[in-house]
């Protein structure tokens, strides 16, 4: 029985970029979703679609919060809570602590969700393995997956708006990490640019062992990276993903162009995925190693 | 999918696993042939219910699988053992025993009946929390009418080897129906079957090597402390009685409120994550569909 795995084998089974059964450049053919829109709007128009067809009752999405930029989970089930809840907030928002609850207190029958890589993990390893969550499984009808680097506590995001960047977190209209540097942009134009040396120390240790970049897991996942200013990297993975993506495409929600023929690409995207996956596995075999003769838990190896 | 198109003898609907990323194109392979139905079953496993210190919860949710339950007796499992279920007064021999519930230590007939079914069964599993962990009866300190000197609960591993665990309260009845087709195939399956069941049954298997001991604090002590916490949320969803609520992103367990059903760490993506089976999401859970089709 192979009860231990070896590493080397856990990254090759992770795979840099998961399986894709199509891979486009993308943006939302809808004006009024890309103004507000973190890149292409990718996200906020295919729920937009998938609600308006029945496909989903609502999505999880990551909402407005009790402090300024600080989102939490969020059933959206009108184009309205969708629209109020795009953009891209860098701290966490718990987004599968709502599973369950969407199909009760909410009585959602389809349910969509939007999350960071290991939020797809987490939402595969519910429906595989349902230990808490009665009746989710088969409810899961659109899982949309957003690249991910790191994510920050919202103090971390906080310090690094408030003492690096000398802003207001109420007084900032966008943050963004792109072309190696963290953006705050306020609501009066103001831009401030932070060295992700800066942001480094204050990522969340748990995405320290991240074995994905690309959210493999997810129906349909997309990114900023690979793609122009105002675009999106999109992966449709799933045949279910594939079907509602086709069927959006049909509808003219979006405008695409093949990933082939846009700057900087694929290339790009690999080797971002191929370095944090290196990085963080090398995390992973060092923590083995941590103590003397004694190392910290490997969640890839089982439970104990 | 080769290896689950082989084991339920049909097309499986992901792609090949070779994406190609550098060459971006469309990496659909649709040459796979479409195999004939073949009859999935060989013969059937025999299976038991047993019942130690337990609300009957468990094999409500096993029930609750409905059509899928019927499928289940039906091709692949036979009950031989069950109370009200099953006309049977004596543990008998069994593939699987399915056992609910703790063992009252003061009560000998269930002392004696949790060591036969371990003698008796192949392979003993442990359905929710109470055989797991003990839930709810790590709470019990007797004084309760008709028997009130019956005080001492544990959980099945404190007295027999358990093989697999089903942890929660209650246990779900699609963890519960996903168990019972994997031992099927672990038991009665071909080759590849069985390597499938393998590799999902393990982290279960592992889980019941861990120990007889849950709680809420272990999101703390083997998550958050273990610096692995990504703040996913599967926990509170999880959670039976909702004692997980999240500060900034972050598990917080209201210690008072915790059953001690073992669902949150088990759920927990931190607790552990199987390369070799999650990814193939898709495919199994297509499989596991057909079969109780
Ligand atoms: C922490 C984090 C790190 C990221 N890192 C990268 C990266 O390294 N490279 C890259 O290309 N892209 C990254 N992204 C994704 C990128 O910022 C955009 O979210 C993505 O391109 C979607 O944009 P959109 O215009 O299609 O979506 P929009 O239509 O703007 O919708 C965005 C959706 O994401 C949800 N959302 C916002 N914040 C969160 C959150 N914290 N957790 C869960 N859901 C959230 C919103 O509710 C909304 O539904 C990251 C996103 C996050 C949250
Ligand atoms: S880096 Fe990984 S663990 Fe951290 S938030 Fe992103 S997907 Fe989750
Ligand atoms: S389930 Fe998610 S939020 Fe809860 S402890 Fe595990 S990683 Fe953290
Ligand atoms: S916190 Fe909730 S899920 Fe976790 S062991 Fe306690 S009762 Fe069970």
């Known amino acids: ?304 | 999918m080769g290896l689950l198109s082989r084991i339920f003898g049909k097309k499986s609907a992901s792609p090949e696993p070779k994406a190609k990323p550098a060459a971006g194109a469309d990496v659909e392979k649709k040459a796979e042939t479409i195999k004939k139905e073949e009859k999935p079953v060989a013969d059937k496993i025999t299976v038991g219910h047993v019942h130690m210190s337990g609300c009957t919860g468990c094999l409500v949710s096993l029930a609750d699988n409905y059509g899928g339950l019927l499928t289940i007796l039906d091709k692949y499992a036979d009950l031989v053992y069950g109370l009200t279920l099953a006309d049977v007064r004596h543990i008998p021999k069994m593939d699987v025993a399915l056992v609910e519930g703790s063992v009252c230590i003061q009560d000998k007939l269930s002392v004696h009946e949790i060591k036969e079914a371990r003698e008796k069964a192949a392979v003993v599993v442990a359905v929710g929390g109470c055989a797991c962990y003990g839930n709810i009866t790590r709470f019990g300190r007797g004084g309760q009418p008709n028997q009130p000197q019956h005080e001492s609960y544990l959980p099945i591993g404190d007295l027999i080897k358990v093989d697999v665990y089903i942890p929660g309260c209650a246990p779900t009845p699609q963890l519960i129906r996903n168990v019972c087709v994997m031992a099927y195939l672990l038991l009665k399956g071909n080759k590849d079957q069985q390597e499938l069941a393998k590799k999902y049954l393990t982290p279960l298997m592992q889980l019941a090597d861990r120990g007889t001991e849950a709680c809420g604090c272990d999101l703390m002590y083997d998550v958050v402390n273990q610096g692995l916490c990504m703040g996913c949320g599967s926990c509170a969803a999880a959670c039976p009685v909702r004692a997980i609520t999240h500060e900034y992103g972050k598990p917080n367990v209201n210690r008072e409120m915790c059953i001690k059903c073992g669902a949150c760490y088990a759920q927990c993506p931190r607790s552990f994550f199987n390369f070799d089976v999650i990814p193939e999401f898709e495919g199994i859970m297509d499989a596991i569909d057909a079969a109780l089709k």
């Open chain 1, 1 to 304: 029985m192979p009860l231990m795995r070896h590493s080397n084998e856990v990254r090759e089974m992770a795979g840099e970029l998961g399986k894709y059964k199509l891979c486009v450049s993308a943006r939302s053919a809808d004006k009024a979703i890309l103004k507000k829109a973190q890149d292409g709007g990718i996200v906020t128009q295919l729920f937009k679609f998938a609600l308006e067809e029945g496909i989903i009752d609502g999505a999880i999405v990551a909402g407005p919060g009790d402090e300024p930029w600080r989102p939490r989970p969020f059933i959206a089930t009108t184009v309205e809570e969708l629209m109020s809840s795009s953009g891209t907030k860098y701290n966490i928002s718990p987004q599968v602590s709502w599973i369950k609850e969407a199909t009760r207190s909410f009585g959602l029958d389809k349910i969509g969700i939007v999350g960071t890589p290991c939020q797809m993990q987490a939402v595969r390893k519910g429906q595989l393995y349902p230990v808490g969550l009665r009746d989710v499984p088969d409810k899961i009808k659109l899982a949309i997956g957003i690249f991910c680097m790191e994510n920050f506590s919202y103090q971390s995001v906080k310090q690094l708006v408030e003492d690096h960047a000398a802003m207001k977190m109420e007084a900032v209209k966008k943050m963004e990490i792109g072309k190696g540097k963290f953006w705050v942009y306020g609501q009066r134009g103001q831009v401030v640019q932070l060295p992700l040396k800066v942001t480094h120390k204050y990522e969340q240790p748990g995405c320290h062992v991240c074995l994905d970049y690309v959210a493999n897991l997810a129906d349909v996942s997309t990114g900023s990276v690979g793609s122009p200013d105002g675009w999106s990297t999109v992966f449709v993975r799933t045949r279910n993903g594939d079907d509602i993506w086709s069927k959006a495409i049909a509808a003219g929600c979006f405008e695409t162009k093949p990933i082939e023929q846009v700057k900087p690409g694929l290339e790009l995207v690999t080797k971002l995925a191929t370095e944090k996956i290196t990085k963080n596995q090398k995390t992973v075999e060092e923590r083995a190693k941590f103590g003397v003769n004694k190392g910290l838990r490997n969640p890839y190896l089982g439970p104990k």
